[in-house]
């Protein structure tokens, strides 16, 4: 008996398709014939509508089609988990069935695979375009992408981190834990897969010909419930969102209390600016220590005993930073608020960066060392002269 090793493994969610996927089979089939490989397309289908009756006849007609049906469940992501589960190929692609997500990018995915762990095919990098959605979903996919990359490092350098048009090796989610919500599968393999490259190539999303979109104000609510799951459960992003919260809060404290100290305690300008930094600096450092970088606590007494006194002599450079930003706006007629506001952005950055390097320095350089970046190369436009 000869074992078949299966090479390629497209999955494809569909939800009421009908008029589609016969359509995107013959076109996958059309390309991938052309090549030397061994393929299979499963289809992972929650359809209300024909579209089971379509895929079981294309099931009996070509041996590399499959499906499997799933009765009352819903939701992108998942099926694609599924899929995962339900196929066998060393190499998957995942791809919507509207063809908006152009079959003939296939053999150069494939090609740029053999480099690199995970391919992308990106709207947003040099040669890409983004015609298939209108102005407001545009502006709704910017800014969920924008919170992704914000909220999540493994996010930051990828250009279209919510595409449902990707490609991976089977190894990169070998053992990983997938448990998505809503539709963004690739963001959940992104942060939870095992992978050392990313390859971006540019392509333009067309726009869909039948059948509707499903993108719903639900998803998108999902979307933001998903990226907060990540966060929570990843130390890294979340003391970067930690520090942001008690930076925010420290900030609203400091101009509280310069405002009371100014007009409730008549104090002079120079002693308010001071004293409302140093109440903030002491409410950011207890909530730092025991929420940002409580994974971290030295064992070593000395350190943890000049901790504070370490943590002061930052921020009180952070201080004199603040307060020489309000004089300085003093000095010239602005606005004092204004001028300890932009002293307080600079310090923040400051405090941040040092502490983080000496007063916790077990979490600097445990960062480093857990922390192998991807790396992320870009497909020259100018090399897709086929395309
Ligand atoms: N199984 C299953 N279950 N499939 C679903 C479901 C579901 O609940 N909802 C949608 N699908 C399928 C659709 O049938 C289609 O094949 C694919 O998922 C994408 O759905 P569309 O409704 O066409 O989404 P879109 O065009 O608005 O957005 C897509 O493209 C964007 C750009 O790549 C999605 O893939 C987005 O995630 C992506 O950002
Ligand atoms: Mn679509």
Same mark, same amino acid.
């Given at each position: 008996? &000869?074992?078949? %090793? ?18 995107? &089979? ?9 090549? +030397? ?8 289908? +929650?359809?209300? +509508?024909?579209? @089971?009756?379509?895929?079981?006849? /294309?099931? %009996? ?16 992501? !998942? ?7 339900? *196929? ?7 791809? +919507? ?7 003939? /990018? ?5 090609? $740029? ?45 990828? =250009?279209? !981190? ?11 989610? %070998? ?59 990843? @130390? ?11 930076? &925010? ?14 007009? /409730? ?11 409302? *930094? ?19 606590? !030295?064992?070593?007494?000395? $350190? $943890?005993?000049?901790?504070? @006194?370490?943590? *002061? ?9 603040? &307060? ?20 307080? *952005?600079? !310090? ?33 436009? =100018? ?5």
């Amino acid at each position: 008996m &000869t074992i078949i %090793h299966m090479d390629i493994s497209i999955v494809i969610p569909t939800f009421n398709e009908k008029n589609n996927v016969r359509l995107i &089979t013959t076109r996958i089939m059309n390309i991938l014939n052309r090549e +030397d490989c061994l393929y299979e397309i499963v289809f992972v289908d +929650d359809s209300s +509508d024909d579209t @089971p009756i379509v895929l079981e006849q /294309l099931c %009996h007609e070509f041996s590399c089609v499959k499906y499997l049906h799933r009765k009352n469940e819903r939701g992108l992501a !998942s099926a694609v988990v599924e899929g995962f589960c339900h *196929s066998q190929g060393n190499q998957i692609i995942v791809m +919507d069935a509207d063809l908006q997500h152009p079959p003939e /990018l296939i053999p150069l995915i494939l090609k $740029r695979l053999f480099q690199a762990d995970i391919v992308i095919p990106s709207r947003f990098v040099p040669g890409g375009s983004d015609g298939g959605l209108n102005l407001f979903r545009k502006l709704i996919s910017g800014i969920a992408r924008g919170i992704g990359r914000i909220s999540i490092k493994r996010l930051r350098p990828i =250009s279209d !981190s919510t595409s449902g048009y990707f490609a991976l090796k089977r190894s990169v989610i %070998h053992n990983a834990h997938l448990d998505p919500i809503g539709w963004k599968i690739l963001i959940e393999i992104l942060v939870k897969g095992k992978y050392r490259t990313v390859h971006e190539i540019p392509y333009s999303f067309v726009a869909r010909e039948a059948g509707e979109s499903k993108m719903s104000i639900k998803e998108q609510y999902n979307y933001l419930r998903h990226i907060a799951r990540l966060v929570n459960n990843s @130390p890294e992003d979340r003391k970067f969102y930690s520090f942001c919260v008690i930076g &925010t809060l420290g900030v609203l404290i400091n101009l509280f209390c310069l405002h009371i100290f100014l007009k /409730l305690f008549d104090m002079g300008e120079l002693s308010s600016s001071i004293n409302s *930094s140093c109440i903030a600096m002491i409410h950011n450092f207890l909530w730092n220590n025991y929420v940002t970088w409580r994974e971290y606590k !030295s064992q070593v007494l000395w $350190r $943890r005993i000049i901790q504070f @006194p370490q943590f *002061s002599l930052i921020c009180g450079l952070g201080i004199a930073i603040t &307060t020489l930003f309000a004089q300085i706006f003093l000095f010239l007629g602005w606005n004092i608020y204004a001028g300890q506001l932009l002293g307080i *952005s600079v !310090s923040t950055s400051w405090n941040f960066f040092a502490n983080s390097r000496w007063t916790w320095p077990v979490a600097y350089n445990e960062t480093n060392r857990e922390d192998v970046k991807p790396v992320v190369t870009q497909e020259l436009p =100018s090399k897709m002269s086929w395309y």
